[in-house]
Each structure stands twice: as C-alpha cells, then as structure tokens.
C-alpha cells in the first residue's frame, strides 16, 4: 500500500471518530483495513441517530428472549513472582454428547457465544462435542475495567480453558461404565478442533500453535482478522504513527472522547445499519431481532465501555501469518467473498496468501523436527488431508457461520470427517 494512501486512511479514520462524537451525518464508509469483527462498525455511523429502527418494528415481544449466561469456567492468569491474578467467571456454552470429539468455536470482537446459534445443533448433531466460550471482556464473562487486553491474554484464557475441560472430558469418558476399551480413543491424541470468526480465527490459529503438540488437532478459520486492531505502529510509515498514537491516546481513551464515542457507537440505528446497509452480512436474511439482541444486550454491562475502548487502542498482537509459520495442523479457512472488513484478496494480511505461511516452519526444520512433526499428524490426521485448505463463499459476507451456517456446514463437516480418518480426501474446492 501507497504512503499516500495510508496516510489518507489514517487521516480519516481520525476525522470519522470525532465526527461520530460529534453526531455529524456523514456517508457509510468501506474500509479495507478493517480487522476485527463488529468494531469496526464506527466507522459507519447512521446518518441520523433519530433514525427509525426497522428490526425493532417486528416483534417487542420476541426482546429479552435470548439466554445470555450458560456455565461458569472460573479463570486466573498464572501468578507472576510478584503479584497474584484476580480469578474471573468465563461465560461458556456446550452441547453435544460428552463423549464425542470437542470442538471449540471463538467469537469476532463485539459478539458472543450466541452468535453460533445455527452451528451447534448441525455440529453436534453431526457428532461433535461443542464448546463456545465469551472471550473476556465480551458477551456474558466478566468485564474488568483494569485489565489490559490483547490476544495473548486470550490466548492465555482459551488454553486454560481446553486443557480444564480435556480434564473433565476424560473424568467423565473414564466413569462411562458402558464404554467399552475398543470405543475409547488414544488418551494421548489430540482432539480438540478450534474454530473462530474474525478476532476468533486469529486467536483460533495462536491456540492451535501453542496446543497442537498435546490436545488441538485441527483449525478452521471464519474469515481471520489481521489483529486485534486495524493498525501496528511498525507497520506504519513514521508520519502517520502520530495518527495512531492520536487515535488511541486521545481520541480512544476512556478519560477523554471516548466515553462519547462508545455511547454513539453501541446505538441501536448505528449497528443495524451496518448489519443491514454496509456489506457485514451480504444476505441480511439473517440479521433480525434475535441478533440485534444478541450483539447489542453486552454493551449495557458494566465495563462494556472501558473493554470496547481498550481492545480498540490496544495493539494488534501477532500477525496469523506468524502463527501459520509455527503450525503443521490442518487448518481450514473459510471466507466471504465479499467481507469488507477482511477481505480475503487485499490488505495488509490477506486470506488467500495464508497457505504460503501455513507450516514455513516446520518445513524448514532439521529432519529431527521434521520427524517429530509427521508422527504427531500421522497419529491424529489423516495424512491424504491438504494441510491447508482455502474456501471462498461467494457472495459472503464478514461473518458467514451466521450469514451462510449451510454452506459453512456443507465444507466444514466432510474436513472434520476427513479429519477424523472416515472420509477419503475431499478435492480442494477454493479460489
């Protein structure tokens, strides 16, 4: 990308948010850099904030009719030498039978384990044990005003999560006196999937890298964010870091404007006119009252407004393309063709580029390395599998497990089935 145009980008990005705090109309807007999941929604702020709601005219009745908490998963950091963690209640969801393989699915930035409320029963009617868990800081979990986000303390999070759930999930499997020795599968085999949307699939691809030697076995991808953020400071050329360094210091910042900018932002009208008017979900067949309730009921939490604020100063964390270098799982992307936010063929880290990093690593390791590689795959894959596979759905938006479940499901489920060693290898369908 041009230092022009990068500097174009900046300078208005920085005139967008304090026209947002200011309520002055402006045209919806489209940027290519976006790279986290419904924050991006700032960017396109309704022209009026006394716009009429079409959703809200459906049904009053259907409101308040989404169940927000589901189990409690009660989390601490590792203590340092010289401070001890807070412990934190986690909100997650599961449904399947105990005994089936799990699968863990990770929200974008601004929703929730609800968002995954058309790939639990396909899943786990397909089989599957299926975990969603809220991220900290989002959905039903707690919202520490104090924390300080970024992907590794999620990464942190979502491995303690799997190896505490594998605990109980072999406890349980362990007491099923009907299981009989010859149905039980290799206590040592990873078998843990991890899927994820947006901010998700990048933390999905950290998780798999840290845990794919011991419990995660596979990665599906719902169009990857870049980061946490659209921008790194090194990524930058110098003039525009005093942008960047504005717009999260300043304009960002929960003691300054950014108070105001989230109470824009979480309007109602603001982010059903994303969903229905600025390409997030290209088939809006789906956005109805039912999501609106799900995206919008958080953001009324206390400590909503200091999470939104800091995850959107926050650094942008590892780049996937660093974590594909590390990986040697398969790993499955699926992406809307038409995402605005991430699209899969432009950008800084576009989706149709990841297959050239996936296993760089490991691809250029010592033979010892390379040894230790192919005895962990061929014991937990099915070697005939494409290590990498990139699926374009055309015509999808930025959030296609919810905007197009069937088609997701229609390529997801034979690879989890390849995956387990049932089906012979499924021709790569992709670009």
Same mark, same amino acid.
């Given at each position: 990308?041009?230092?022009?145009?990068?500097?174009?980008?900046?300078?208005?990005?920085?005139?967008?948010?304090?026209?947002?705090?200011?309520?002055?109309?402006?045209?919806?807007?489209?940027?290519?850099?976006?790279?986290?999941?419904?924050?991006?929604?700032?960017?396109?702020?309704?022209?009026?904030?006394?716009?009429?709601?079409?959703?809200?005219?459906?049904?009053?009745?259907?409101?308040? %009719?989404?169940?927000?908490?589901?189990?409690?998963?009660?989390?601490?950091?590792?203590?340092?030498?010289?401070? &001890?963690?807070? &412990?934190?209640?986690?909100?997650?969801?599961?449904?399947?039978?105990?005994?089936?393989?799990?699968?863990?699915?990770?929200?974008?930035?601004?929703?929730?384990?609800?968002?995954?409320?058309?790939?639990?029963?396909?899943?786990?009617?397909?089989?599957?044990?299926?975990?969603?868990?809220?991220?900290?800081?989002?959905?039903?979990?707690?919202?520490?005003?104090?924390?300080?986000?970024?992907? /590794?303390?999620?990464?942190?999070?979502?491995?303690?999560?799997? /190896?505490? #759930?594998?605990?109980?999930?072999?406890? #349980?499997?362990?007491?099923?006196?009907?299981?009989?020795?010859?149905?039980?599968?290799?206590?040592?085999?990873?078998?843990?999937?991890?899927?994820?949307?947006?901010?998700?699939?990048?933390?999905?691809?950290?998780?798999?890298?840290?845990?794919?030697?011991?419990?995660?076995?596979?990665?599906?991808?719902?169009?990857?964010?870049?980061?946490? &953020?659209?921008?790194?400071?090194?990524?930058?050329?110098?003039?525009?870091?005093?942008?960047?360094?504005?717009?999260? %210091?300043?304009?960002?910042?929960?003691?300054?404007?950014?108070?105001?900018?989230?109470?824009?932002?979480?309007?109602?009208?603001?982010?059903?006119?994303?969903?229905?008017?600025?390409?997030?979900?290209?088939?809006?067949?789906?956005?109805?009252?039912?999501?609106?309730?799900?995206?919008?009921?958080?953001?009324?939490?206390?400590?909503?407004?200091?999470?939104?604020?800091?995850?959107?100063?926050?650094?942008?964390?590892?780049?996937?393309?660093?974590?594909?270098?590390?990986?040697?799982?398969?790993?499955?992307?699926?992406?809307?063709?038409?995402?605005?936010?991430?699209?899969?063929?432009?950008?800084?880290?576009?989706?149709?580029?990841?297959? %050239?990093?996936?296993?760089?690593?490991?691809?250029?390791?010592?033979?010892?390395?390379?040894?230790?590689?192919?005895?962990?795959?061929?014991?937990?894959?099915?070697?005939?599998?494409?290590?990498?596979?990139?699926?374009?759905?055309?015509?999808?938006?930025?959030?296609?497990?919810?905007?197009?479940?069937?088609?997701?499901?229609?390529?997801?489920?034979?690879?989890?089935?390849?995956?387990?060693?049932?089906?012979?290898?499924?021709?790569?369908?992709?670009?």
């Amino acid at each position: 990308m041009s230092v022009i145009v990068r500097i174009s980008i900046a300078i208005w990005c920085t005139t967008a948010v304090v026209h947002a705090f200011m309520a002055v109309p402006r045209p919806g807007a489209l940027i290519a850099q976006r790279q986290s999941s419904l924050g991006s929604l700032f960017f396109s702020l309704p022209s009026s904030i006394e716009e009429k709601s079409v959703l809200a005219e459906e049904d009053s009745q259907n409101q308040n %009719k989404v169940q927000r908490f589901y189990e409690t998963y009660q989390w601490s950091q590792s203590p340092s030498s010289t401070s &001890t963690s807070p &412990t934190y209640n986690i909100n997650y969801r599961v449904e399947g039978n105990p005994t089936d393989p799990p699968l863990l699915l990770i929200h974008g930035f601004g929703a929730n384990v609800n968002q995954f409320r058309f790939n639990f029963p396909l899943l786990t009617q397909a089989g599957y044990r299926v975990y969603a868990i809220d991220l900290l800081g989002f959905g039903a979990s707690d919202k520490p005003k104090e924390e300080e986000y970024c992907i /590794e303390l999620w990464l942190d999070l979502l491995c303690d999560f799997i /190896e505490d #759930m594998e605990r109980e999930r072999k406890t #349980m499997s362990k007491n099923k006196s009907t299981a009989s020795s010859s149905e039980s599968t290799n206590d040592n085999d990873p078998q843990w999937v991890v899927a994820g949307n947006s901010i998700g699939g990048l933390c999905a691809l950290g998780v798999t890298a840290r845990l794919q030697q011991t419990l995660v076995r596979g990665c599906t991808l719902f169009n990857a964010a870049g980061g946490m &953020t659209s921008f790194r400071y090194e990524e930058l050329p110098w003039i525009l870091r005093p942008f960047l360094l504005f717009l999260q %210091k300043v304009i960002l910042s929960p003691d300054g404007y950014g108070g105001k900018f989230f109470e824009n932002f979480k309007t109602r009208q603001n982010v059903e006119s994303i969903l229905l008017n600025q390409g997030v979900y290209r088939d809006t067949t789906n956005v109805n009252e039912e999501l609106m309730e799900i995206l919008l009921g958080p953001s009324d939490d206390d400590g909503a407004k200091e999470v939104f604020l800091k995850v959107f100063g926050g650094p942008a964390g590892p780049t996937p393309e660093s974590f594909l270098e590390e990986i040697y799982k398969p790993v499955l992307a699926l992406w809307g063709s038409a995402d605005p936010w991430t699209p899969v063929d432009r950008g800084l880290h576009p989706g149709k580029n990841f297959g %050239k990093y996936h296993n760089k690593k490991w691809r250029r390791s010592s033979k010892s390395e390379s040894d230790e590689m192919n005895e962990s795959l061929s014991s937990s894959a099915n070697m005939d599998q494409p290590s990498f596979q990139l699926h374009i759905l055309e015509g999808a938006g930025h959030c296609p497990h919810d905007e197009v479940p069937d088609a997701i499901h229609e390529v997801m489920l034979p690879w989890l089935r390849n995956l387990d060693g049932d089906n012979p290898k499924e021709e790569e369908r992709g670009e």
